[in-house]
């Protein structure tokens, strides 16, 4: 098989794609990238003058796993509830019930509004105190999904409203109910045109999880904070921070990627 020089730099995409890249042109373009990231790299650090010291780190390495398996539990928990606020202020915003409506844009707005930061410290040293609550976790996981409840909700509500009014229509036509209708004919659609902002804000909990270390939760990186401080290796104990964030988003961007062409097909 002869491959032309051309097509080793230049795919079509979209609908003049005929079909699937070549894997040795992928893996061609892979070692080039790759290649082309360590020259970076090389050029940016020859001048730092810096002494990576791993043993150090590697004797609290349990500490980093505690945190990465910490991380995955807030996150994952975070990721379920923020999903269900979405849905329930979705509906919330079209209710018949004005002080339902009032109170869906009063979050949605408060919320996109003002920083996760500020939001952390008045939810956990303001209200979750004077409730009673003292699971920081639990608190932490219900901060979180807060938070991103706002803007999956603002996802899911453009991804309906995007639907034609042509589709609601049909529905009312043939006698369905609104459950039906949203059920059937209306989810579907939405779903598929919702799945690449939801793959972004669900890969944003995972990240903005680091922020509850302010209110004293062992997640990843309040622990790689503690090894920095016990240690003084800063980039020895942040480069594993970076790395564990990547492996945590990535499946997340791959799958849901994969699931978006299974959809399509």
């Known amino acids: 098989m002869i491959i032309k020089l051309k097509d080793l730099f230049i795919h079509e995409l979209g609908y003049k794609r005929k079909k699937k890249l070549n ?65 329930f202020f979705t509906y919330a915003q079209n209710s018949r019930l004005l002080m339902l409506r009032f109170f869906s844009r009063f979050y949605i707005e408060i919320i996109r509004g003002t920083p996760l930061l500020v939001q952390i410290l008045i939810f956990f040293y303001v209200f979750a105190n004077n409730l ?51 059920r059937y004919i209306i989810f579907p659609q939405a779903f598929t045109r919702m799945i690449p902002a939801l793959t972004g804000q669900f890969a944003s909990i995972i990240k903005d999880s680091s922020l509850l270390s302010i209110i004293s939760i062992s997640e990843f990186t309040m622990n790689a904070q503690e090894v920095n401080a016990y240690t003084y290796s800063t980039f020895e104990s942040y480069i594993p921070l970076a790395i564990g964030y990547l492996l945590l988003t990535y499946p997340i961007s791959y799958y849901t990627k994969r699931l978006e062409n299974n959809i399509k097909k």
């Open 132 to 182: 009673g609550f003292e699971n920081r976790y639990i608190v932490g996981i219900f901060i979180l999904a807060l938070f991103a409840g706002a803007y999956v909700c603002e996802i899911i509500r453009g991804a309906i409203e995007s639907i034609d009014i042509a589709q609601y229509e049909t529905s009312i036509s043939l006698g369905m109910t609104n459950y039906q209708m949203y």
């Open 23 to 87: 894997p040795l042109i992928y893996l061609f373009n892979l070692v080039l990238l790759i290649v082309f990231i360590v020259i970076i790299f090389y050029f940016m650090f020859k001048n730092v003058s810096y002494t990576f010291n791993w043993d150090s780190v590697f004797e609290y390495k349990q500490k980093f796993i505690d945190g990465f398996i910490m991380t995955i539990i807030i996150s994952f928990f975070a990721l379920i509830l923020s999903f269900a606020i979405g849905l």
